[in-house]
């Protein structure tokens, strides 16, 4: 198990930074470029969701290839 | 009745109606918000329409995780007790306020700027009252019973919802649609005051958590709880663990379950607001005691077993049920009575309305905003029948809502240690609930419009399912995979 954990460790790198590159350039460069209203989205993808996902998956990937949650 | 439990029970129900207040607070504002816009967001400014948006569909929500941050470090620093009485009375304030702005007419663009400054204040409160709350019932209850004893706080959620629907309702119909417009809308948010009051004569009494107070007679209260909470590694790693294995999913799945499926109901199948939230509230107090039912449970068979087999279920039967929703209310297989179907034009608004075999009935009134532009609200009304239909597929969603949110804070207690714990398990919960939660029906409904302009897939009105079914999967793995089994309650 702590070998299928410390694998998945890639995968969550892997995925929260594709995630965070996939909010900003696919779902809120778009919007950026609409105004208005799209603004509201477009800055939850930004500023909110994109950093969550792409830092917080990644620190968690992170440690889990480290071994952190060998012993958990 | 034992002094013991009698005593217990008075804390449950102190911390209860408290954190069911906030939450009557903090939902008022999305559910009158169609009235709070016209009112404070005039549709002809760009910059209030904008102000809007952000207040009524993210504000509130995005500032959750920072309440979590600063009354989560008082309550460290200070004690549970005192901290949740400032987020509740933080809380109240700022709703009574709401209901005294005066409108946008009178007072120009302070509107809807004081509306923005209130609605974060509401957002901060709730951030910190939650972890508050359920700290204060977990160090308080037995450890065996600890998952039964604070589900009682998980009830309050829904519980605040269904008051603040009620209360909405009540206010409607006790005037003209004209005066609710005109003043009544306020009274939902004056009224909060007087409850507020009445909570914190009850809270005012309770005394502080044993476990804290111990922890503090000892000296061993943590002196920068967010430094020990998010600056250590051996605690962050617990911190993501919770917020990517558990809460995240549990937060989808309560907005999913709760609020997606009013904002589907209302805006995608168009179905009439009366029965929607009928239908909504029976769903919702039908669901209710299985709160209790999984917290307790939960004691005895461990918590993430149930939390993962409610995420487990919530992603395989989303589409199902929501696709079986939508086709309830959709009126186009439907057989027209024949000469029911009528035009009427008055002014710039035609309405035309249809009547069904099945006792349905429909009605679109377009109005002409400008020689380019037509405004079009479809409205629906379904059979007893369906009513009752649509009420099981809410009950069922609801369901898996309790399996993954009544365990949930006995589990994210047992997580941290006493001297972080407040700090520690308030950011995970709201960042799981307030941001990915909270936003998902924005997110979703803007994932649905898009779908239907771009018309590529077969059921567009189910494309906005994907954001919580992705993202609970992946929670889903993380839970199975990283969280410790605990067949038997951790002590």
Same mark, same amino acid.
């Given at each position: 198990?702590?070998?299928?954990?410390?694998?998945?460790?890639?995968?969550?790198?892997?995925?929260?930074?594709?995630?965070?590159?996939?909010?900003?350039?696919?779902?809120?460069?778009?919007?950026?470029?609409?105004?208005?209203?799209?603004?509201?989205?477009?800055?939850?993808?930004?500023?909110?969701?994109?950093?969550?996902?792409?830092?917080?998956?990644?620190?968690?990937?992170?440690?889990?290839?480290?071994?952190?949650?060998?012993?958990? | 009745?034992?002094?013991?439990?009698?005593?217990?029970?008075?804390?449950?129900?102190?911390?209860?109606?408290?954190?069911?207040?906030?939450? @009557?607070?903090? @939902?008022?504002?999305?559910?009158?918000?169609?009235? /709070?816009?016209?009112?404070?967001?005039?549709?002809?400014?760009?910059?209030?329409?904008?102000?809007?948006?952000?207040?009524?569909?993210?504000?509130?929500?995005?500032?959750?995780?920072?309440?979590?941050?600063?009354?989560?470090?008082?309550?460290?620093?200070?004690?549970?007790?005192?901290?949740?009485?400032?987020?509740?009375?933080?809380?109240?304030?700022?709703?009574?306020?709401?209901?005294?702005?005066?409108?946008?007419?009178?007072?120009?663009?302070?509107?809807?700027?004081?509306?923005?400054?209130?609605?974060?204040?509401?957002?901060?409160?709730?951030?910190?009252? @939650?972890?508050?709350?359920?700290?204060?019932?977990?160090?308080?209850?037995?450890?065996?019973?600890?998952?039964?004893?604070?589900?009682?706080?998980?009830?309050?959620?829904?519980?605040?919802?269904?008051?603040?629907?009620?209360?909405?309702?009540?206010?409607?119909?006790? #005037?003209?649609?004209?005066?609710?417009?005109?003043?009544?809308?306020?009274?939902?948010? /004056?009224?909060?005051?007087?409850?507020?009051?009445?909570?914190?004569?009850?809270?005012?009494?309770?005394?502080?958590?044993?476990?804290? %107070?111990?922890?503090?007679?000892?000296?061993?209260?943590?002196?920068?709880?967010?430094?020990?909470?998010?600056?250590?590694?051996?605690?962050?790693?617990?911190?993501?663990?919770?917020?990517?294995? %558990?809460?995240?999913?549990?937060?989808?799945?309560? !907005?999913?379950?709760?609020?997606?499926?009013?904002?589907?109901?209302?805006?995608?199948?168009?179905?009439?607001?009366?029965?929607?939230? #009928?239908?909504?509230?029976?769903?919702?107090?039908? =669901?209710?005691?299985?709160? *209790?039912?999984? =917290?307790?449970?939960?004691?005895?068979?461990?918590?993430?077993?149930?939390?993962?087999?409610?995420?487990?279920? %919530? *992603?395989?039967?989303?589409?199902?049920?929501?696709?079986?929703?939508?086709?309830?209310?959709?009126?186009?297989?439907?057989?027209?009575?024949?000469?029911?179907?009528?035009?009427?034009?008055?002014?710039?608004? #035609?309405?035309?309305?249809?009547?069904?075999?099945?006792?349905?009935?429909?009605?679109?009134?377009?109005?002409?905003?400008?020689?380019?532009?037509?405004?079009?609200?479809?409205?629906?009304?379904?059979?007893?029948?369906?009513?009752?239909?649509?009420?099981?597929?809410?009950?069922?969603?609801?369901?898996?809502?309790?399996?993954?949110?009544?365990?949930?804070?006995?589990?994210?207690?047992?997580?941290?240690?006493?001297?972080?714990?407040?700090?520690?398990?308030?950011?995970?919960?709201?960042?799981?609930?307030?941001?990915?939660?909270?936003?998902?029906?924005?997110?979703?409904?803007?994932?649905?419009?898009?779908?239907?302009?771009?018309? *590529?897939?077969?059921?567009?009105?189910?494309?906005?399912?994907? !954001?919580?079914?992705?993202?609970?999967?992946?929670?889903?793995?993380?839970?199975?995979?990283?969280?410790?089994?605990?067949?038997?309650?951790?002590?």
């Amino acid at each position: 198990m702590n070998l299928i954990k410390r694998i998945l460790g890639i995968v969550w790198i892997g995925l929260g930074s594709g995630a965070g590159i996939y909010l900003i350039y696919f779902q809120a460069v778009p919007l950026w470029a609409k105004g208005g209203n799209d603004l509201v989205p477009a800055i939850i993808y930004t500023f909110v969701l994109a950093p969550l996902i792409s830092i917080g998956m990644s620190l968690f990937g992170y440690y889990s290839l480290q071994g952190e949650f060998d012993k958990i | 009745m034992s002094t013991k439990k009698q005593s217990l029970a008075y804390i449950i129900s102190a911390s209860s109606v408290g954190t069911l207040i906030e939450w @009557y607070d903090f @939902y008022i504002f999305g559910s009158l918000a169609t009235v /709070l816009s016209t009112k404070f967001f005039p549709t002809d400014n760009p910059t209030a329409a904008f102000l809007n948006t952000l207040a009524t569909f993210a504000a509130g929500f995005v500032v959750r995780p920072f309440g979590a941050l600063v009354f989560g470090r008082l309550g460290d620093l200070i004690g549970r007790k005192y901290t949740f009485m400032v987020t509740l009375m933080l809380m109240g304030g700022a709703t009574f306020a709401i209901g005294l702005i005066p409108s946008y007419a009178t007072i120009g663009a302070w509107a809807p700027i004081l509306v923005l400054t209130l609605r974060l204040l509401q957002g901060l409160a709730l951030g910190g009252e @939650y972890g508050g709350a359920a700290t204060y019932v977990a160090e308080h209850a037995p450890a065996e019973r600890r998952g039964f004893f604070t589900s009682w706080i998980q009830t309050t959620a829904t519980l605040g919802l269904v008051i603040s629907l009620a209360v909405i309702m009540a206010t409607r119909a006790s #005037m003209s649609k004209e005066a609710f417009d005109d003043y009544g809308w306020r009274i939902p948010f /004056l009224v909060s005051i007087l409850m507020v009051l009445v909570s914190l004569l009850i809270r005012k009494n309770m005394e502080e958590s044993p476990m804290f %107070a111990k922890a503090k007679a000892e000296g061993n209260i943590s002196k920068n709880p967010l430094k020990e909470s998010f600056g250590n590694k051996l605690n962050l790693k617990y911190v993501l663990l919770a917020l990517f294995g %558990a809460t995240m999913g549990q937060g989808l799945v309560w !907005y999913t379950g709760q609020f997606y499926a009013q904002t589907f109901l209302l805006k995608i199948c168009n179905l009439d607001d009366i029965q929607t939230n #009928m239908i909504l509230v029976i769903g919702l107090l039908l =669901g209710t005691p299985l709160f *209790v039912i999984f =917290g307790a449970l939960s004691d005895k068979i461990g918590r993430k077993g149930i939390m993962m087999a409610g995420m487990i279920i %919530a *992603v395989f039967s989303y589409r199902p049920i929501f696709d079986q929703m939508y086709k309830t209310v959709d009126v186009t297989n439907k057989t027209v009575i024949p000469g029911s179907e009528k035009s009427i034009l008055n002014g710039n608004t #035609m309405t035309i309305t249809k009547e069904f075999t099945d006792g349905s009935s429909y009605k679109n009134v377009i109005t002409e905003v400008s020689t380019d532009k037509t405004e079009s609200k479809i409205s629906i009304k379904i059979n007893e029948t369906d009513q009752w239909t649509l009420v099981g597929y809410v009950f069922l969603l609801i369901s898996f809502v309790t399996m993954a949110y009544g365990p949930i804070a006995a589990f994210l207690v047992e997580m941290f240690p006493t001297k972080i714990r407040y700090t520690s398990m308030s950011l995970p919960y709201h960042i799981g609930n307030g941001v990915f939660g909270g936003l998902m029906p924005a997110i979703a409904t803007f994932l649905v419009s898009n779908a239907q302009t771009a018309g *590529v897939v077969q059921k567009p009105y189910l494309e906005g399912l994907n !954001y919580p079914i992705a993202l609970i999967s992946v929670c889903v793995v993380i839970g199975i995979i990283y969280i410790k089994s605990d067949k038997k309650a951790a002590s």
